[in-house]
Structures are given as structure tokens and as C-alpha cells.
């Protein structure tokens, strides 16, 4: 492959913090086992995330979230991760200010961003989430179709890559993200806690090289996107400085 020159690229690591595997299970080893292993990688390598954290989850384990505010961004992933493109209008509306309140009392501030659960969501998530005063919604991905709404002020931010593909082994998956470095002004990926637990009775693609793979595949992804220079973002980082450029 022709060597790609780009001199800084961007990248934001987003974390998705709910229940294992949902819908299908509904214990919760990845925040309890999986999540203390991703804080340790991003400690070890000194690298900001954001979290998007379901209401649910932040009533569950207030402490650690409250910790993850400290060096993190804490963002909202709905209540208890449901399909909002399921629910009446009304529902959704009560269902993200449930969790925005709770995220707030949490970590003292009010989340700027929002990521659909399954990257589902229709306009009137988009107008609910504009009108409760979020900056950004994180809830399109270029492998998934979305709604759109003109005239939104909202600063859209699309995921680049599944959080599946990053357990690909690191020979192909590297390959892509080495392309995504080279021709994206930013790159955003998506992982779960729950990925870093051995998963069973669940989908094949949700447990495919979990556990001590996805930890290992995780570790060495960001140490080589140090090697390229990369610069690690949050994506409040990113939301603010696009909302300020127009
Ligand atoms: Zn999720």
C-alpha cells in the first residue's frame, strides 16, 4: 500500500457504558469487570475518551462514573438504552432529560453530546436533543442510515467505524483504520466495556474475540495511532470548535 504522509491525524475512542451486549442481556460484567480495564489502558497510554453513559448505568455505578468525569468526557446514551426511534415523541423527550439530569447530578456538568442506542433515532430525537440544549449528536455512522433535519444547529458527528471491526485481528483491521488516518479529518471509534468480557449465548458478531483479545486489540490500536502522531480528541472538543466555525 502507497504510504499515506498525513502529518497529525485526529482521533476520538468513544465508549458506549450500558448493560452487556443489549438488548439480549441485562447483567452488567462489562461495567463491573471490563470498564476498570479500559480506564487502565487510557490511563496507561494517557489518552482523553468520551463516554456515553446510559441513565441507567450512572444510577448503578455513580462512583465510577463520577471518577470517569474527572479525565474523561461524560455524554448521554438515553435512559436505559432503548430504540428511540420506537418511542413516542413525548416518551423520548422524558426518557433523555431523565438521563441528562442524572448524568448532571453525577458529574456536576451538563452532557454536551448524545448517542442514539443503536444509532437509532428520528428527527424528533434531533429536535428533543436541540431544545434540552445539546451541542452534538453523535448518533450517525457512515456504515448506517440516519434521518436528517434541516436547519439543526446540532453539530453532527458520525462514527467512523463499528466497535466489532476493531476486534477484527490487528493485520486487517489496521489496514482500514491506516486508510481512515489517511483521509479522514477525524477518525471516531466506538467501544463497549462489555467487549473486554468473554461473551457467550449472544450474537456471533457481539462475541467474536471479546474478553482478553479485545483488551489486547485495544492496547495495541492506540499504541500504533501514537506511532502515526496521532491527537486524541473528545468529541466536545470537536463539537465546540465546528459549532464556533459555523
Ligand atoms: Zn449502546
Redesign the pocket.
Known amino acids: 500500500m502507497k504510504k499515506c504522509y498525513k502529518k497529525k491525524p485526529q482521533v476520538a475512542l468513544t465508549i ?1 457504558v ?1 448493560q452487556d451486549a ?1 438488548p439480549f442481556l441485562n447483567t452488567w460484567q462489562g461495567v463491573e469487570k471490563g470498564l476498570p480495564l479500559m480506564l487502565e489502558v487510557l490511563a496507561k497510554h494517557d489518552v482523553p475518551a468520551t463516554f456515553f453513559i446510559t441513565g441507567l448505568a450512572a444510577e448503578r455505578f455513580p462512583g465510577l462514573i463520577a471518577e470517569i468525569s474527572q479525565r474523561h468526557e461524560v455524554s448521554c ?1 438515553g435512559y436505559e ?1 432503548e430504540r428511540f426511534d420506537m418511542l413516542a415523541v413525548e416518551e423520548q423527550r422524558k426518557r433523555i432529560q431523565k438521563a441528562t439530569e442524572i448524568l448532571q447530578k453525577i458529574t456536576g456538568t451538563k452532557p454536551l453530546g448524545f448517542r442514539a ?2 444509532f437509532k433515532l428520528t428527527v424528533q430525537t434531533l429536535a428533543i436533543l436541540e431544545e434540552i440544549g445539546y451541542v452534538y449528536d453523535a448518533s450517525k455512522a457512515s456504515y448506517k442510515q440516519a434521518p436528517r433535519r434541516s436547519g439543526s444547529s446540532l453539530v453532527e458527528i458520525p462514527n467512523t467505524l463499528p466497535s466489532s471491526f476493531l476486534r477484527l485481528p490487528i493485520w486487517l483491521s489496521r489496514q482500514v483504520l491506516s486508510l481512515c488516518l489517511c483521509f479522514l479529518p477525524l477518525v471516531v471509534l466506538d467501544y ?1 466495556p462489555w467487549e473486554l468480557v468473554k461473551m457467550s449465548n449472544v450474537r456471533f458478531d457481539l462475541r467474536f474475540a471479546t474478553g482478553d483479545k479485545a483488551l489486547n486489540r485495544l492496547d495495541r490500536t492506540i499504541s500504533y495511532l501514537r506511532t502515526r502522531g496521532t491527537r486524541f480528541v473528545t468529541l466536545k472538543e470537536v463539537a465546540l470548535y465546528r459549532a464556533t466555525q459555523g
Do not use: I, L, T
Open positions: 458506549d450500558e443489549p446514551h438504552h442506542p443503536n463497549h
